[in-house]
């Protein structure tokens, strides 16, 4: 990634990115499981679709766009594999603590406009879009925040794992559960 936040791997007008269908298919297929894992709680079956030095990332200037100050060269959300585990545990111990008839927050992901090129040796580059609703229990509305994510993704289909993930909140809300953009 670029230090002004472009995206190096799609600077190109060109999208028709040399990917097989096959790997296409893979990349895709891998995204949709990711979001039925994380929509239903299978946080122990995700934490395995990452790789051991995976970074997730969200840039500072969507702090700053909502209104969070953050010193100069820092993200706002910037963690690795042990950081992402020990948040699933914190989300694993809520649910937990609350009981097992408690209500918990419904979420659906909807991953779209999934753009692929390979960068390197089993190795992928990845724009998607990513929609996710949220409602809790007794909210009479559902809240719908949208995102782009770039990601490296590595390994051959039946392996696939996420190596890294910086996504970009496009809502400029200050309420946001950061927990819900894994």
């Not at 782009?148 to 051959?156: A, F, I």
């Not at 946001?176 to 953009?181: A, K, P, S």
Request: net charge neutral; proline share 5%.
């Amino acid at each position: 990634m670029a230090a002004n936040g472009a995206y190096t791997a799609f600077s190109s007008p060109d999208l028709s990115l040399a990917l097989s269908p096959g790997i296409y298919h893979d990349i895709q297929h891998f995204l949709f499981r990711e979001a039925i894992l994380l929509d239903h709680r299978r946080f122990d079956e995700w934490t395995e679709l990452l790789a051991n030095d995976v970074v997730f990332r969200i840039p500072a200037r969507f702090a700053r766009e909502i209104g969070i100050a953050l010193p100069p060269g820092t993200d706002y959300f910037h963690d690795d594999r042990r950081a992402l585990t020990a948040r699933i545990k914190q989300l694993q111990q809520r649910a937990a603590a609350a009981g097992p008839h408690a209500a918990v927050i419904q979420t659906r992901r909807l991953i779209t406009n999934v753009v692929a090129c390979p960068c390197d040796r089993d190795e992928y580059n990845v724009l998607s879009y990513l929609l996710l609703t949220r409602s809790g229990p007794g909210e009479a509305q559902t809240t719908v925040i949208s995102a782009e994510r770039h990601d490296r993704l590595r390994g051959p289909a039946h392996k696939i794992r996420i190596v890294r993930r910086e996504i970009v909140i496009d809502p400029r809300r200050a309420d946001t559960d950061i927990e819900m953009y894994f």
